[in-house]
Structure formats: structure tokens, C-alpha cells
């Protein structure tokens, strides 16, 4: 992988990613969307770097005779897709974490910047 391939890969997708992770977290939808969405965005890299840079495509790899092999092709897309899905997941914990304490502060409370827990209740009898 060369530095355009990786800058492509972590600047603007890594970008695209997180904001995909807040944007799943704030309209509420459950953690595991985040991987088709990521799958999809990691084609679009994947892409990009082949046409842009003259990365390794897969499916240039499957039709093509002068293309890369398919085993650097397929390296390259999960590569793009654990770096997406790790920024989107990042995203994502930080937003639910933020949103949690505050659309519900009389039950949790913020711990650190990856938890919340429950408020506890004090009684006082006297």
C-alpha cells in the first residue's frame, strides 16, 4: 500500500466513517449496521484506489489478465474495511456515551469517555 492509498484510506474514509458511526447513534439504530455500511464504503476506497492510484480491485483481479492478484486485491479491501468499521465503531461509542447521560440524565451520569452507568439514588430517612 503506498502513502495515497493510505491517506484515501484513512483521511477521507476514515472521515466518512466516523461521521457514519455518529450518524447511526443519533438516530438511534443498533451497532451492527455499522458493518454492511462499512462493507459498502470499503468497495468505494477500494475503488478509488484503483482508479485513482492504480490499487489492487477485485473485481479488476477477477476479470482482467493484467491485473494484480486477487489475494492483494481482497488484502487491500479488508484492510479498508477493518480501518472504516474501526472508526465508525469509535464514532459510534463516543455519541451513544455522549447521548445516553444526556437524553436521560436522571439515570445515568457520564464515567469516561467510553461508559456511562446508572445515577445512583440516595435516601435519606430522618
Same mark, same amino acid.
Given at each position: 500500500?503506498?502513502? %495515497?492509498?493510505? +491517506?484515501? *484510506?484513512?483521511?477521507?474514509?476514515?472521515?466518512?466513517?466516523?461521521?457514519?458511526?455518529?450518524?447511526?447513534?443519533? *438516530?438511534?439504530?443498533?451497532?451492527?449496521?455499522?458493518?454492511?455500511?462499512?462493507?459498502?464504503? +470499503?468497495?468505494?476506497?477500494?475503488?478509488?484506489?484503483?482508479?485513482?492510484?492504480?490499487?489492487?480491485?477485485?473485481?479488476? %483481479?477477477?476479470? %482482467?489478465?493484467?491485473?494484480?492478484?486477487? %489475494?492483494?486485491?481482497?488484502?487491500?479491501?479488508?484492510?479498508?474495511?477493518?480501518?472504516?468499521?474501526?472508526?465508525?465503531?469509535?464514532?459510534?461509542?463516543?455519541?451513544?456515551?455522549?447521548?445516553?447521560?444526556?437524553?436521560?440524565?436522571?439515570?445515568?451520569?457520564?464515567?469516561?469517555?467510553?461508559?456511562?452507568?446508572?445515577? *445512583? *439514588?440516595?435516601?435519606?430517612?430522618?
Amino acid at each position: 500500500m503506498t502513502i %495515497s492509498l493510505l +491517506a484515501l *484510506t484513512f483521511i477521507m474514509f476514515g472521515g466518512g466513517g466516523f461521521m457514519m458511526g455518529q450518524a447511526l447513534a443519533d *438516530t438511534w439504530r443498533p451497532w451492527w449496521q455499522i458493518v454492511p455500511y462499512s462493507a459498502l464504503m +470499503a468497495l468505494g476506497n477500494n475503488f478509488l484506489g484503483f482508479a485513482l492510484f492504480e490499487g489492487a480491485f477485485f473485481i479488476d %483481479s477477477l476479470f %482482467s489478465k493484467g491485473a494484480k492478484p486477487l %489475494s492483494e486485491a481482497i488484502l487491500e479491501y479488508v484492510i479498508d474495511f477493518v480501518v472504516i468499521l474501526a472508526f465508525a465503531g469509535l464514532a459510534y461509542r463516543l455519541t451513544q456515551v455522549r447521548k445516553m447521560p444526556a437524553q436521560y440524565p436522571w439515570l445515568y451520569e457520564r464515567v469516561g469517555p467510553f461508559q456511562w452507568r446508572q445515577k *445512583t *439514588t440516595t435516601n435519606s430517612t430522618n
